[in-house]
């Protein structure tokens, strides 16, 4: 018994003392960013996952910011200029089969205005995982594959949202529309 509320103070005290470090630091949970635009347009598929993925973390950050069907009716525009996903083998057994494939997804993008100034430079942002392969498993490493396809979309798109929501972002649209 002395021994378990021994531990459970240990612990206790070591959540006491990262809490404090993070308060300390400056630490905060990002929540709601008030963007100075109030409408984005993108031609990024509203349908495909990847979309949703973007247009959902935009909705939950800010709430007041919508989504127009057109780039003349939005202050911010995001050009998707390339969307493309890769396939590579990595390695052959002695029979020549595949061991292991490198999956690949490349994200081309840009950001601007509506008077077209850009905001963000053509960017491309990557992403790549290797997959082990047997073809005696193909339909479940295909499953697989889909859901790696699938983490990376995410991924690219919460960088793509990192980007938008940036300080700098934020302060480079204020400096070229002062009303905001």
Do not use: W
């Not at 302060?171 to 070229?176: K, S, T």
């Amino acid at each position: 018994m002395l021994k378990h509320f021994l531990t459970t103070r240990r612990y206790l005290v070591g959540f006491l003392m990262l809490s404090l470090l993070l308060t300390g630091c400056g630490f905060k949970m990002r929540g709601q960013t008030d963007l100075p635009f109030t409408s984005i347009y993108s031609n990024i598929s509203r349908n495909s996952s990847f979309g949703i993925y973007i247009y959902r973390l935009l909705k939950a950050s800010s709430p007041k910011t919508v989504m127009v069907d057109s780039p003349q009716q939005a202050e911010l525009i995001i050009t998707q200029l390339a969307l493309n996903r890769t396939r590579t083998e990595v390695s052959l057994d002695a029979d020549g089969a595949v061991e292991e494939y490198e999956l690949g997804l490349t994200f081309q993008f840009s950001v601007s205005d509506i008077a077209g100034n850009v905001l963000i430079e053509p960017t491309i942002l990557t992403a790549s995982q290797l997959l082990p392969y047997d073809e005696q498993e193909s339909s479940a490493k295909s499953a697989e594959m889909v859901l790696i396809y699938n983490n990376m979309e995410k991924s690219i798109a919460e960088r793509l949202y990192r980007r938008i929501t940036s300080e700098d972002l934020i302060h480079r649209y204020r400096q070229l529309n002062p009303s905001k």
